[in-house]
């Protein structure tokens, strides 16, 4: 087993020079599709490769590195072998059961594994995605070089065997797709190794060019030329994250006061639905404190926005900070919304992973609860707001875990209600909005969102 930890991750990234933020910024990557920070392709790659333990000198002839679903920073690996000749091997890289990467790969002997231009580093300036038309066309330059200690620390049997062109190129392909081509929200997709000519004095240089954009999948496809082999990168590039209304259009759509003297407390509310929900209360006149994991910068974004009506605090959901707790009691609120999710993410049908069911279960009914204990002391809370899902009615393949846990989190709402009469206590299986989780299958345009959130909070907090 292979654990990609942060700190390899950022070992890898100045190694490489691929510093793009989805691999490297737990703040920025939380709002991917991903929900956190994902290992880089190469880094899979050349983990596979370094798995072999070979002893002789040998160069690449051909690789095909497939990226079918990412590899999340802390999740544990596993590589598999299947020799097809005594050159040719086949490697998969597993989370559990499920296949993640697949490499094939043809080596050959060489006499030395050569030398190349040390680099000690990269520049950290991502490049930030213009239209994909501009991409037709388009060519550049790297520089094809690596730091010899730092790779054989990460990689130390790989730093036997092949040859540092080879290495350096495929360090270089990672970073010209994830710092220059397509950049800022690139997503690699495969990687295919073709040796073309043995070259005698090897070039410092990686030339790259673009070769097809097709606008139907927003998929790049990269030559890049270096040491005689041609490499084709297919990179896809991903939709930004989702902007919600800005607090004028909600303006316009609120009455002044028809919020006022609600003190929300809004779980989750950096950002998607609880950064909307936030905007709602502020413009009819409500006082609210929202809450963040791990994206203190959207946070303080928010608050800038709303003004002296509200604030913000760092809250573990499935860890709460005692500080954080006294903060929120301090408040005193009178109405929660829960937007708190983990990454929801559709599984192979027929399966079923109870450490991912364990996961929503923290969130969408412990969590919940060990909050809702605290707050309700005050005996200042009126109304609750669980927002659950139409998926409960719809029952999709691949979400079985998630369905149980928002049908678990509404049975705790009902029996909230029982116990505590006197207490507002909804839940609303709403529609699939556009979010950060969903923008890659729905798209940016949020707008959308406050036709289905304004009435749900005017019945609750109105």
């Known amino acids: 087993m292979l654990i990609f930890n942060l700190s390899r991750q950022l070992a890898f990234a100045n190694l490489s020079g691929d510093y793009n933020p989805l691999h490297t910024d737990a703040e920025q990557s939380r709002r991917s599709q991903f929900g956190g920070c994902v290992v880089h392709g190469v880094h899979l790659v050349l983990a596979a490769l370094n798995s072999l333990e070979l002893r002789i000198p040998c160069t690449i002839v051909k690789l095909d590195a497939q990226f079918r679903s990412a590899v999340m920073v802390g999740e544990a690996v596993s590589l598999t072998h299947e020799w097809i000749n005594d050159r040719e091997v086949r490697i998969a890289v597993m989370v559990g059961r499920l296949l993640r990467t697949s490499v094939l790969v043809e080596i050959e002997e060489i006499k030395s594994?050569?030398?190349?231009?040390?680099?000690?580093?990269?520049?950290?300036?991502?490049?930030?995605?213009?239209?994909?038309?501009?991409?037709?066309?388009?060519?550049?330059?790297?520089?094809l070089a690596i730091d010899d200690e730092a790779f054989s620390e990460l990689f130390?049997?790989?730093?036997?065997?092949?040859?540092?062109?080879?290495?350096?190129?495929?360090?270089?392909?990672?970073?010209?797709?994830?710092?220059?081509?397509?950049?800022?929200?690139?997503?690699?997709?495969?990687?295919?190794?073709?040796?073309?000519?043995?070259?005698?004095?090897?070039?410092?240089?990686?030339?790259?060019?673009?070769?097809?954009?097709?606008?139907?999948?927003?998929?790049?496809?990269?030559?890049l030329n270096v040491g005689g082999n041609e490499i084709q990168a297919e990179a896809m590039v991903r939709k930004p994250p989702p902007a919600q209304l800005d607090l004028d259009v909600v303006r316009s759509r609120v009455a002044t006061n028809e919020f006022s003297g609600v003190r929300?407390?809004?779980?989750?509310?950096?950002?998607?639905?609880?950064?909307l929900s936030a905007k709602v209360l502020v413009a009819g006149g409500a006082t609210v404190l929202i809450t963040y994991q791990t994206g203190g910068g959207d946070a303080a974004r928010v608050v800038t926005d709303l003004g002296d009506a509200a604030n913000a605090v760092q809250y573990l959901v499935n860890a709460p900070n005692p500080s954080s707790l006294a903060q929120i009691t301090a408040f005193g609120p009178t109405h929660i919304s829960y937007f708190a999710t983990p990454l929801i993410a559709k599984r192979p049908p027929g399966s079923w992973d109870t450490s991912t069911f364990e996961r929503f279960i923290d969130v969408y009914v412990i969590g919940f609860s060990k909050l809702f204990e605290t707050i309700h002391k005050s005996e200042a809370l009126e109304s609750v707001f669980f927002p659950s899902s139409s998926f409960v009615d719809e029952q999709p393949v691949g979400f079985s875990e998630y369905i149980t846990a928002k049908i678990a989190g509404e049975a705790l709402c009902l029996s909230w209600q029982r116990l505590y009469p006197n207490l507002r206590v909804?839940?609303?299986?709403?529609?699939?909005?556009v979010t950060d989780q969903t923008s890659a299958l729905f798209g940016t345009d949020a707008s959308g969102n406050l036709d289905v959130l304004l009435p749900v909070l005017r019945r609750i907090v109105g």
């Not at 040390?118 to 520089?143: A, C, H, T, Y």
């Not at 909804?426 to 909005?433: A, G, K, V």
């Open 113 to 143: 594994v050569q030398a190349v231009t040390r680099r000690n580093q990269w520049p950290m300036k991502v490049s930030v995605l213009p239209s994909l038309n501009e991409f037709i066309g388009f060519k550049g330059s790297d520089q």
């Open 156 to 223: 130390p049997s790989l730093a036997v065997w092949l040859c540092r062109p080879d290495a350096a190129a495929l360090l270089g392909t990672t970073r010209v797709v994830g710092m220059q081509c397509p950049g800022q929200w690139a997503l690699f997709r495969r990687l295919m190794w073709h040796h073309v000519k043995r070259a005698e004095v090897i070039d410092d240089v990686i030339d790259f060019h673009v070769s097809k954009v097709d606008m139907r999948f927003a998929m790049l496809t990269l030559v």
């Open 264 to 275: 929300a407390l809004i779980v989750g509310g950096s950002r998607g639905l609880g950064e």
């Open 426 to 433: 909804i839940t609303e299986r709403l529609p699939p909005l």
